[in-house]
């Protein structure tokens, strides 16, 4: 009774290879691997002959060798002894600190105009559309230009803050000046015992995290509500005001001050980051209000009723409702945004921001004439980044998707 | 009696017999007033966002609608300009300090920004490009237009170049004779080789003939009948011209590439599939600026030492690998968005693979990727702005190269204002047409 019977063994003809859908597949697989790696192989060995003829070899030592140039914003110790890797860092690092305040502030700008887009409110919607459809139809590098020029042309000069009857004066009780150098603020001085202070408010704010899932389980357990905001808020300010009294005022602001023919002291904002990164903020802003507009309006008219059925207050179905499920909707193509805005940062280029593609693909790559090296380790951290990018916002994201079966 | 009479008299005074008109509503809940109310004042919190808007926008009109509309269009240079602002302040009428807008640099240079270096003389040449590549497009937007005029469609971008470029006519004609060589391959050759030899031969064939026999056959072709116009070399593009040309040349050459990326990566065979997912994350993953100077410093490399390619196809080459990347992704949405039983009918029709995406498949999954394509191309064309950064004169470029000139030092809004509207003229355009288009299919599916 078997009814199978064993494969004709011997049966194997060339054709299958093409006609049997058993082996047509692997066919196809090895001709395509075959081609590619032939093109691959092509390119590589235009690479050699081309790097032979220029007599050129391929080497990453020129990253340890001396960078002999200067870097006006850096964020750890730089000068121009330290070597070409040591400035790709400082890079990197100016690249990191863009795209994060970049990020931060387009959130919130984005967040502001999609939810003020779909106000009631007819004059302010209306202005929010005119925002959006401004800066989405018109090139990121435009603004990045006429924000630098007003950030250079319309402000006063550091001279126009001397004497009795300035032209200009500083902001803000005579602390933040906005002069076509950048702007200055204050500093923190770091003192004595400032260690203590700082680990008292990370501790503050591991209190409040503490204080809110406590909160929860009791809410879970016997349904009263604990106010958490108002805790959470007391938390994060006393003990840490407190603890500064106590400790004697460890740490204190060093003021900016006119000297000579510039600010010194305080910090400095220079104009390329702040162009920079008011540019990036508004643009991608602009993107970001239109996902959050589309991540509410995907939310069924239904679920609002539903909640409000239940006596739910408006607020209270806002958390517990409508945001939930419009974050769903909402956070894969702001992930998308986010990547979007670190690549983008590297349009610095139109204001002399000295980011990783000025110094490593820059200025390192002009000294040393290595084109291809620099260029691989270049597009190898943007490559990277982007991955940690997306691969961090998609564990958060699953975090807040549907649980499904 | 009487008491009766009385109650039912009252009764019927109560009683109406007729309709009365319909009346107009209250002032405050009808017209301007109601929808003032309800739009603009109703709550406290609205209103104070009204009053703060109204004064945003009243403060940002003040100051610029008089130097806009007061702006001066008849001068050679800045300081004409301003001596003419301050003939007028002299003169009593204008204020004091009135600044306006020299709008004179547009009417001077507005053939720079828009063309570039091209010789005047051969400006009909992109504008006829441009109507054809119009017209070539409107099949594809609109269903309405007679499908023959796809034909024109496919001849379109041959036509542009050599309008563009000029130059000897048999060069695009025997490129293109290239592509009717794959196309009778697939069409011709599935009977007697099968569907695999067929595709096989359709890539290699045509990439044989490109590489090897182009170069002879136009030669030899150009000696029998040298027919052609005079060729305009790519440093002379500039301005909005090389924007559309990057950015046309860059849409219209990524779709295949794309195409055939978003099937690789839906595809089964782990090959393909892992190249195409290591290609389209290695494009999306770097910005677009390094992919430009790759093409600018790099691209040489990779190519043999006798190849000598302009920085302006080189920048093609590098925008078309760019946005295939992308467009192969809106792609990919589209085909992940069809249902299972389209590619089950296929089969059970008995179509071979080509034929059931080409007349199953890719029409509707392209169909459902259409805004998402129209929104990548306008991606592209605002990221034309950065080959500057390469050397090209872009419209940013052209707008430094203008304020580096004598007469034009020193002038900065009247450019940036002239060049974002005509950005903005174009994508708002493009937006609002993929938006139609996502109304319209909406309305398809349900």
């Known amino acids: 009774m078997a009814t199978l019977s064993d494969p004709p063994q011997k049966s194997f003809h060339i054709s299958q290879l093409i006609y049997d859908t058993r082996y047509r597949s692997t066919t196809i697989q090895v001709i395509a691997f075959i081609l590619i790696m032939a093109g691959i192989w092509w390119l590589a060995s235009n690479v050699v002959t081309n790097l032979a003829t220029l007599g050129k070899d391929f080497d990453f030592s020129f990253l340890g060798n001396r960078a002999g140039y200067d870097i006006n914003q850096m964020l750890i110790e730089y000068s121009n002894d330290s070597t070409h890797a040591r400035a790709a860092l400082v890079g990197i690092l100016n690249t990191l600190l863009v795209a994060f305040l970049g990020c931060v502030t387009a959130t919130i700008i984005g967040v502001t105009a999609g939810v003020l887009r779909l106000s009631k409110n007819w004059i302010v919607g209306r202005l929010m559309t005119v925002y959006v459809e401004g800066f989405r139809n018109i090139p990121l590098l435009l603004w990045i230009i006429v924000i630098f020029a007003v950030m250079t042309e319309a402000t006063p000069q550091p001279r126009d803050f001397r004497g009795e009857d300035a032209e200009a004066s500083m902001i803000l009780w005579d602390s933040v000046a906005i002069t076509n150098r950048g702007i200055f603020m204050p500093s923190p001085e770091w003192g004595a015992n400032s260690m203590l202070l700082v680990a008292i408010f990370l501790a503050s704010i591991v209190g409040i995290f503490v204080y809110r899932s406590m909160a929860r389980k009791k809410q879970e357990q016997t349904g009263v509500q604990s106010p958490v905001f108002l805790v959470g808020l007391a938390l994060f300010f006393i003990p840490t005001l407190i603890a500064y009294f106590i400790l004697g005022r460890p740490v204190t602001l060093n003021y900016p001050e006119l000297g000579g023919f510039n600010f010194s002291g305080g910090l400095q904002l220079r104009n390329s980051l702040i162009a920079l990164w008011i540019a990036l903020s508004l643009y991608t802003g602009a993107f970001i209000a239109e996902i959050v507009r589309a991540g509410i309006l995907a939310v069924n008219k239904g679920q609002t009723e539903a909640a409000s059925a239940l006596g739910l207050r408006p607020n209270r179905t806002m958390n517990l409702v409508v945001l939930p499920q419009a974050l769903r909707v909402i956070i894969p193509p702001l992930i998308s945004q986010y990547l979007n805005l670190t690549k983008n940062s590297s349009l610095a280029i139109a204001v002399g921001y000295m980011d990783v593609r000025a110094t490593l693909g820059g200025i390192t790559i002009n000294q040393t004439g290595r084109e291809l090296e620099g260029m691989l380790l270049l597009g190898l951290f943007y490559l990277v980044t982007s991955l940690v990018i997306s691969g961090g916002m998609n564990l958060y994201n699953n975090s807040v998707k549907l649980q499904e079966r | ?446």
């Open chain 2, 1 to 446: 009696m009487s008491e009766i009479h009385s109650e039912t008299s009252t009764h019927t005074a109560y009683v109406r017999t007729e309709m009365l008109p319909e009346q107009a509503p209250p002032v405050t809940a009808a017209g301007p007033a109601k929808w003032v109310r309800e739009n603009l004042f109703s709550s406290v919190g609205n209103g104070i966002m009204t009053i703060l808007a109204l004064y945003v926008i009243y403060y940002i009109l003040s100051h610029t609608l008089g130097w806009v509309f007061m702006g001066i269009w008849d001068a050679g240079s800045l300081s004409e300009c301003r001596e003419i602002r301050d003939g007028y302040i002299a003169e009593g009428r204008w204020a004091e300090h009135t600044e306006v807008a020299c709008w004179a640099v547009l009417s001077d240079r507005w053939h720079q920004l828009l063309f570039g270096f091209y010789p005047p003389e051969f400006y009909w040449r992109p504008i006829l490009a441009l109507v054809i590549f119009g017209v070539a497009l409107a099949p594809v937007l609109f269903d309405n237009v007679n499908r023959k005029m796809l034909i024109l469609t496919l001849l379109a971008p041959f036509i542009c170049y050599f309008l563009l470029w000029g130059g000897s006519i048999w060069g695009p004609l025997v490129v293109a004779f290239g592509f009717v060589i794959g196309f009778a391959c697939i069409k011709y050759g599935a009977l007697p080789l099968g569907a695999l030899l067929s595709t096989l031969a359709a890539i290699v064939l045509p990439l044989i003939f490109w590489l090897f026999l182009v170069g002879p056959i136009t030669g030899v072709l150009n000696s029998i009948a040298p027919i052609g116009i005079e060729a305009v070399d790519s440093d002379n593009f500039g301005g909005f011209l090389l924007a559309f040309v990057i950015g046309a040349a860059g849409i219209i050459l990524s779709m295949p590439l794309g195409v055939v990326l978003a099937l690789g990566r839906q595809s089964d065979l782990f090959i393909i599939n892992k190249f195409s997912v290591i290609f389209i994350e290695v494009i999306r993953g770097v910005p677009l600026i390094v992919w430009l100077f790759t093409a600018s410093l790099l691209l040489n490399y990779f190519l043999p030492p006798s190849a000598n390619f302009d920085l302006m196809l080189r920048v093609i080459i590098m925008v078309t690998l760019f946005s295939s990347a992308y467009i192969a992704e809106v792609i990919r949405g589209g085909l992940a968005a069809l249902p299972r039983g389209q590619y089950e009918g296929a089969d059970s029709l008995g179509l071979n693979y080509w034929q059931a995406m080409q007349l199953i498949i890719l029409p509707q999954a392209l169909k459902i990727s259409i805004p998402g394509i129209v929104s990548s191309f306008i991606g592209l064309f605002k990221d034309t702005t950065l080959v500057v950064f390469v050397g090209l004169s872009d419209p940013i470029g052209f707008s430094n190269l203008i304020r580096a000139t004598t007469d034009w030092n020193g002038i900065y809004w009247e450019l940036f204002i002239f060049i974002g509207l005509c950005f903005f003229i174009c994508c708002f355009g493009m937006s609002r047409y993929s938006q139609y288009l996502e109304r319209k299919l909406a309305t398809g599916h349900r």
